[in-house]
């Protein structure tokens, strides 16, 4: 850890990123035996073909450790490096306590702060970012950033028009201060709670607490997604926070290498895509292979994008995401 406010000349950024991806893929053709859909069907509305399916042993914490673990190694750090966790997901290990502790107990990282960034659906991993960005700067904290989620665990398998959108996954990042960190240039984010209505889950809270009446009529893994809100929402919003960032950053979207935005479906990414003006070639898409992963997808995204050789030393990478809240988020990077 640095001292309080300082850290020297290194810029504040990444330094170590790692993904966990379950080992089953179910194709949209297996979603005929549960819902009346098909491949054709799905991959018009959303651009997926694939998505990763958690194993009946697997919980939310054993993804979240994963990568975690691998984000660690990548970085050459060991857990006792880790200065506090921020863990963003919307499908926790339990009610209570967060997620966070039972990642902190396992990973041995000592009795350092944690805690979960929950109910900010999509836009929760790069909510986090600025969180540890602010971490690191304010205290030198070395913060592990991990976004997880197990959607296809809580949702309705019956619901066609939401199922087929969602995979599982983790993703996590090491966030602090040293000379080989993908700087986080610029960040912003906002929320509008006037729209918490479009999407989101309702049973399970103090407003519609768990009864076996509405575990009956399946309400406790009812997704509410009002489509046309949510679309034109997430674009508009996507859009404008890639603007502001870029102007915090005073650099243009033609200054951009690659644009990795949350990957919700393909017609979200190909609107977003016209509304920044930028060529597809320059626009980072996985979504075909994964669904929609939640917090999950910008970290898997950024860390195949980086796999792939898709990012150069001194490219500019902007990250932009939505989720239910109404959430949103945009960080510029330097790598």
Not at 282 to 301: C, D, H, K, L, M
Request: aromatic share 6%; proline share 4%; with cysteine.
């Amino acid at each position: 850890m640095n001292p309080p406010g300082t850290h020297g000349s290194n810029p504040i950024g990444l330094l170590g990123l790692g993904i966990y991806l379950p080992e089953r893929v179910m194709t949209n053709d297996e979603w005929a035996q549960y819902v009346d859909t098909s491949d054709e069907w799905i991959v018009a509305r959303t651009g997926i073909r694939t998505r990763r399916i958690v194993g009946e042993e697997e919980s939310t914490a054993d993804l979240a450790l994963a990568a975690a673990q691998a984000a660690l190694a990548d970085g050459a750090f060991e857990p006792a490096d880790i200065d506090e966790i921020v863990l963003a997901t919307d499908t926790p290990e339990v009610f209570i306590p967060d997620t966070a502790a039972y990642v902190q107990a396992r990973l041995g990282v000592g009795h350092i702060p944690c805690y979960d960034l929950a109910g900010s659906g999509c836009a929760g991993f790069v909510l986090a970012l600025d969180i540890a960005r602010s971490r690191a700067l304010a205290d030198g904290r070395r913060v592990l950033v991990i976004g997880v989620e197990l959607l296809t665990r809580l949702m309705d398998w019956e619901d066609r028009n939401t199922c087929v959108l969602f995979g599982d996954a983790a993703g996590a990042a090491v966030v602090g201060a040293g000379p080989g960190a993908v700087e986080i240039v610029a960040a912003t984010a906002g929320t509008d709670g006037s729209k918490s209505d479009i999407l989101g889950v309702e049973a399970g809270g103090t407003r519609l607490p768990i009864t076996v009446e509405r575990v009956q009529q399946g309400l406790h893994k009812h997704v509410v997604m009002q489509g046309r809100k949510v679309f034109r929402e997430a674009v508009g919003r996507m859009s404008a926070a890639s603007h502001e960032v870029l102007a915090k950053a005073g650099v243009s979207i033609d200054d951009v290498a690659l644009v990795v935005p949350h990957q919700a479906n393909l017609r979200i990414l190909d609107a977003v895509t016209k509304r920044l003006g930028v060529i597809d070639e320059r626009v980072f898409v996985n979504v075909q292979e994964y669904g929609n992963t939640g917090s999950a997808s910008i970290p898997v995204a950024l860390w195949e994008a980086r796999e792939q050789g898709r990012i150069k030393p001194g490219d500019l990478v902007l990250l932009t995401a939505f989720g239910a809240g109404f959430h949103w988020a945009a960080v510029l990077l330097r790598f």
